[in-house]
């Protein structure tokens, strides 16, 4: 589990996450509510990384999939990276 999601989880605070603000520790109570989920992404199953870095060909795909977007231009069933 990613370091930052064990801190939001468990709301323990090590040496080194001492520095994060008081008012960050609002995200930690939020989860306790249950008002917000946290959870793991790794970077291949990442639907922001659709919109926040370039890709290969076949994950940016995958992601179109994933987030039920569809690339602009014609419906001709093939994709439009391919030569």
Do not use: R
């Amino acid at each position: 589990m990613d370091q930052y999601l064990k801190l939001i989880t468990s709301g323990v605070v090590w040496q080194k996450s001492k520095h994060i603000d008081v008012k960050y520790h609002h995200v930690h109570d939020e989860q306790m509510k249950g008002a917000v989920k946290f959870q793991y992404v790794t970077s291949e199953s990442n639907p922001a990384d659709l919109l926040m870095k370039p890709l290969a060909v076949p994950q940016h795909e995958q992601l179109l999939e994933l987030t039920g977007l569809t690339p602009f231009g014609p419906d001709d069933g093939e994709s439009e990276y391919d030569e």
